[in-house]
């Protein structure tokens, strides 16, 4: 069975850092661009950042310059370090293999004061 697991969500002031974590396996990770999504209450999901193969890095304006994307290749995960969090940023972050249906059960943040 494919998986995604998140993990490293929770409550943090404005301002505060996360890093969130997202483990796969050589199967779901292949040769493929992987990414994060979040979905807020209320809100479609959009892409966060994504990284290929190679580890080029793409990320949506709002959070350009404030999070990090990584992968390890050999350990089949992925990692968004996320600073400087704003309570704009609360959401259910998701791991995606990217272009298909595989996604992780999510990991909640929540920034507030």
């Known amino acids: 069975q494919e998986q995604l697991v998140e993990s490293g969500g929770g409550v943090v002031q404005p301002g505060g850092s996360l890093r969130l974590s997202c483990a796969g396996s050589?199967?779901?990770?292949?040769?493929?661009?992987m990414a994060w999504y979040r979905q807020a209450p209320g809100k479609q999901r959009e892409l966060v950042a994504d990284?290929?193969?190679?580890?080029?890095?793409y990320y949506a304006d709002s959070v350009k310059g404030r999070f990090t994307i990584s992968r390890d290749n050999a350990k089949y995960t992925i990692d968004l370090q996320m600073s400087n969090l704003q309570p704009e940023d609360t959401a259910v972050y998701y791991c995606n293999r990217k272009y298909s249906d595989i996604w992780g059960k999510g990991t909640p943040v929540t920034v507030t004061s």
């Open positions: 990284i290929t193969l190679r580890g080029t890095p």
């Open positions: 050589r199967d779901i990770f292949g040769l493929y661009t």
